[in-house]
T-cell receptor
Framework: QKEVEQDPGPLSVPEGAIVSLNCTYS??????FMWYRQYSRKGPELLMY????GNKEDGRFTAQVDKSSKYISLFIRDSQPSDSATYLC?????????????FGAGTTVTVRA | ETGVTQTPRHLVMGMTNKKSLKCEQH?????MYWYKQSAKKPLELMFV???????ENNSVPSRFSPECPNSSHLFLHLHTLQPEDSALYLC??????????FGNGTRLTVT
C-alpha cells in the first residue's frame, strides 16, 4: 500500500465550477499537511499549509483535514482557466528531525473556458 | 521569480558524461533538498542538507553525488547515468519544520 494515495485524474471542469481534490494516507503520525500547485515546466508552489485536523480557507481555496479518516481535501471555488495545473498533496510528521515529506502522485486539473 | 534558482533548465547527457546541477536559494533557509520527479510518480526525496550537513541520503545510487558548500548553494554531481535517470530534478529549501520552497527544476535526459 502506498503511504499517500492521490487520484491522478485527469479532471476537467468548466470555468466557475468547484474543483474537489483529495488524498488518503496510511501513516497516523502525519501532522502537517500541504497542497502544492505545479504548472507545466515549473516547480511546485505552496498553496495551503495546515496542522492537524480542521479547515483552512484562503481566498477561493479551502483545505480540510480529517485525521480520524486519514483523508485530506482541497476545494477550489469559482475555478478559473489559470487554475489548470497539477495539484500535489504532501504531509509529514511533527518531529523536528523529520525532513521527509511524503507526496501524492498529483492530480492534473483542466478548467475549460 | 522564485527564491530558489536552478541551472541549467535543460540538460542532455550521454551515459559516460559527467555533469553538475546547481541550486541557489535566496530565502535565508537552513535546509536544502534534492528531489526526483518522474511522470505519474510521487516526488522522490534524494538528499537533505541541514546547516550544510547531510542528514538524509535516501538509498540513492552512487552515480549521484551531492555537495553543499554553504547554506545557500547545493550541487548534484552526475556521473555514468542510466537512461532511467531521465527525469525532472527539483531543488528545494526550507527553514526547520516549515514548508518547502521549490525551484523550477532541471529537465535531465540521458541518452
Amino acid at each position: 500500500q502506498k503511504e499517500v494515495e492521490q487520484d491522478p485524474g485527469p479532471l476537467s471542469v468548466p470555468e466557475g465550477a468547484i474543483v474537489s481534490l483529495n488524498c488518503t494516507y496510511s501513516n497516523s503520525a502525519f501532522q502537517y499537511f500541504m497542497w502544492y500547485r505545479q504548472y507545466s515546466r515549473k516547480g511546485p508552489e505552496l498553496l495551503m499549509y495546515t496542522y492537524s485536523s480542521g479547515n483552512k480557507e484562503d481566498g477561493r481555496f479551502t483545505a480540510q483535514v480529517d485525521k480520524s479518516s486519514k483523508y485530506i481535501s482541497l476545494f477550489i471555488r469559482d475555478s478559473q482557466p489559470s487554475d489548470s495545473a497539477t495539484y500535489l498533496c504532501a504531509m509529514r510528521g511533527s518531529s523536528s528531525n523529520d525532513y521527509k515529506l511524503s507526496f501524492g502522485a498529483g492530480t492534473t486539473v483542466t478548467v475549460r473556458a | 521569480e522564485t527564491g530558489v534558482t536552478q541551472t541549467p533548465r535543460h540538460l542532455v547527457m550521454g551515459m559516460t558524461n559527467k555533469k553538475s546541477l546547481k541550486c541557489e536559494q535566496h530565502l535565508g533557509h537552513n535546509a536544502m533538498y534534492w528531489y526526483k520527479q518522474s511522470a505519474k510518480k510521487p516526488l522522490e526525496l534524494m538528499f537533505v542538507y541541514s546547516l550544510e550537513e547531510r542528514v538524509e541520503n535516501n538509498s540513492v545510487p552512487s552515480r549521484f553525488s551531492p555537495e553543499c558548500p554553504n547554506s545557500s548553494h547545493l550541487f548534484l554531481h552526475l556521473h555514468t547515468l542510466q537512461p532511467e535517470d531521465s527525469a525532472l530534478y527539483l531543488c528545494a529549501s526550507s527553514r526547520t519544520n516549515s514548508p518547502l520552497h521549490f525551484g523550477n527544476g532541471t529537465r535531465l535526459t540521458v541518452t
